[in-house]
């Protein structure tokens, strides 16, 4: 099983930050799949999870502007994160699990900056 | 703040043994399963430990973990230089009505 997230890199103060993670050499429609992002220099932060059938939990300090998504048809889950400030800069990764697990997305930078 | 408390470094000789702690509380080490990570810098982390003691496939048995209680442990035994990264526990806190991932703030290790 594979990870890949994609997205733009950057992105402006107030915006909404859009990523997708494509997962190959297995089916979605098996597990919970996450995202966990890491600001630079700093710890892991669990952002959410969804179940391929459409079940999600949110972090709860970041509920009011995360939305996490799934097309099973094309074998992938998205996420979104509304209203962004600098305070979201940080290497956003997805993952096969409820909060991480056993395959992980190499990450992706995502800078939040006009 | 990290939920979990982790030191923030930990440090031995090569071939020496280094154990690394997760202390949280009930509503999360307490009452669910906790993973561990390891994160070379740069790249994204790796799961060494899942349900507190067990290993995936293709993880040396120089890895174990433990919990007692509310706390966590990693052990890493006949320590090496690429063993040189930081580690992270994770587990789920049943705090709130959803439930959350929770993890440590990381604890970076130094083969000396």
């Known amino acids: 099983v594979q990870l890949q997230e994609s997205g733009p890199g950057l992105v402006k103060p107030s915006e909404t930050l859009s990523l997708t993670c494509t997962v190959s050499g297995g089916s979605i429609s098996s597990s919970y799949w996450s995202w966990i992002r890491q600001p630079p220099g700093k710890g892991l932060e669990w952002i959410g999870y969804i179940y391929y059938s459409g079940n999600t939990n949110y972090n709860p300090s970041l509920k009011s502007r995360v939305t996490i998504s799934v097309d099973t048809s094309k074998n992938q889950f998205s996420l979104k994160l509304s209203s962004v400030t600098a305070a979201d800069t940080a290497v956003y990764y997805c993952?096969?699990?409820?909060?991480?697990?056993?395959?992980w997305g190499q990450g992706t930078l995502v800078t939040v900056s006009s | 703040q990290s939920v979990l408390t982790q030191p923030p470094s930990v440090s031995a000789a090569p071939g020496q043994k280094v154990t690394i702690s997760c202390s949280g509380s009930s509503s999360n080490i307490g009452n669910n399963y906790v993973s561990w990570y390891q994160q070379v810098p740069g790249t994204a982390p790796k799961l060494l430990i899942y349900?507190?003691?067990k290993r995936p496939s293709g993880i040396p048995d120089r890895f174990s973990g433990s919990k007692s209680g509310t706390s966590a442990t990693l052990g890493i035994t006949g320590l090496q230089t690429g063993d040189e990264a930081d580690y992270y526990c994770g587990t789920w806190d049943s705090s709130l009505s959803s439930g959350g991932g929770v993890f440590g703030g990381g604890t970076k290790l130094t083969v000396l």
């Open positions: 349900e507190n003691n």
């Open positions: 993952a096969r699990g409820q909060r991480g697990g056993d395959y």
